[in-house]
């Protein structure tokens, strides 16, 4: 089980922008492909962003071109930029670490969530 702690987030106009970060302890992430999911009310969890430990990214279409997955390897820390925010962004942030098992990805520990509010 990966521990991981996450910051950032909070309530910003639109158009603002917001990071959020997600630190992992105990254990090294360099090796695990990291994700941030979003959850807004009466909706299913979805997937945002996600970063394999090759540094290939995928984005959901309605975060293109505004949000930004990076890590840091050395700092065990995997970031979400997001920029040009809406309403729609309104949801609480999950982050995860997983590896892919069968083709399958498996998460192997979530961070506690932080919530993004979009409002003016």
């Known amino acids: 089980q990966v521990e991981l702690v996450q910051s950032g987030g909070g309530s910003v106009q639109p158009g603002g922008s917001l990071r959020l970060s997600c630190a992992a302890s105990?254990?090294?992430?360099?090796?695990?492909?990291l994700s941030w999911e979003r959850q807004a009310p009466e909706t299913q969890r979805e997937l945002v962003a996600r970063i394999n430990d090759g540094g290939i990214i995928n984005y959901a279409d309605s975060v293109k071109g505004r949000f930004t997955i990076s890590r840091n390897n050395a700092e065990n820390t995997v970031y979400l930029q997001k920029n040009n925010l809406n309403s729609e962004d309104t949801a609480l942030y999950f982050c995860n670490a997983g590896t892919y098992v069968g083709g399958v990805f498996v998460a192997r520990g979530w961070g506690q969530g932080t919530q993004v509010t979009v409002s003016s």
């Open positions: 105990g254990t090294d992430i360099s090796m695990y492909t």
